[in-house]
């Protein structure tokens, strides 16, 4: 092999980031105004600290109004609920709704259920995209080879907030949440070549990387 051809390899083979099992993402979509939803934040808080799930929680605006306003709640967050609705053929949104690997979706206080469906996932046969983040003075992403095709979400988001209710539905209320999503940046296609990127930091303490098919399945997933 030719010393330049030898280098190029080796180069290759050190920007893929490790094949390794990647965490079953669970998005639940929820309001700090919303009386059903401290139940789901209370269930989804269970998994932070599981390897094998990356919880988040995207606050939607929709629920906002002057007796209380969800500081956490985001445009993009309601954005993306939508979109998952129009993928099941469908105009109605609802909280608390968790949406298992871009694909399952199912009240987000129902334990059982919710159990159900990450196994069912951690169950699936493999092939996911390796998928890395790595903060720094620029954070710098790298997707490995695959099949098919999607898109690539940089997620910032914060470990925990913990709110007191001024005023609403869970007025008094001292609400947790994990995993609060306070950023969604889309970085473009993604086309089933190995790429690299860098990048400024998002908003948010910490960082998700998704890489999600055009049907909402999660092709990928990491964080920092």
Request: charged share 10%; proline share 6%.
């Given at each position: ?48 600290k599981n390897p094998g799930v990356l919880p988040l ?168």
């Open positions: 092999m030719r010393p330049a051809r030898a280098a190029l390899l080796l180069a290759s083979l050190a920007l893929a980031p490790a094949a390794q099992a990647r965490p079953v993402v669970v998005e639940l979509f929820t309001s700090q105004a919303c009386a059903s939803c401290p139940p789901a934040d209370a269930l989804l808080a269970t998994y932070a929680s995207f606050n939607v605006t929709y629920w906002n109004s002057p007796v209380w306003s969800d500081p956490d709640s985001l445009k993009a967050a309601t954005a993306r609920q939508a979109w998952y609705a129009g993928l099941a053929n469908s105009q109605s949104v609802y909280t608390p709704q968790a949406i298992v690997d871009g694909t399952v979706q199912l009240v987000g206080s129902d334990a059982t259920k919710l159990a159900a469906a990450i196994a069912a996932a951690q169950a699936a046969p493999a092939g996911d995209v390796p998928v890395s983040v790595k903060d720094g003075a620029m954070v710098r992403l790298v997707i490995g080879m695959g099949s098919g095709s999607g898109n690539i979400l940089l997620l910032g988001f914060d470990a925990r907030h913990i709110t007191h209710i001024g005023g609403g539905e869970n007025s008094g209320a001292v609400v947790t949440e994990v995993n609060v999503v306070r950023s969604i940046t889309s970085l473009g296609p993604w086309s089933g070549q190995q790429m690299a990127m860098s990048m400024s930091r998002p908003a948010g303490q910490h960082m998700a990387v998704l890489l999600q098919a055009n049907n909402g399945a999660i092709l990928g997933a990491g964080t920092n």
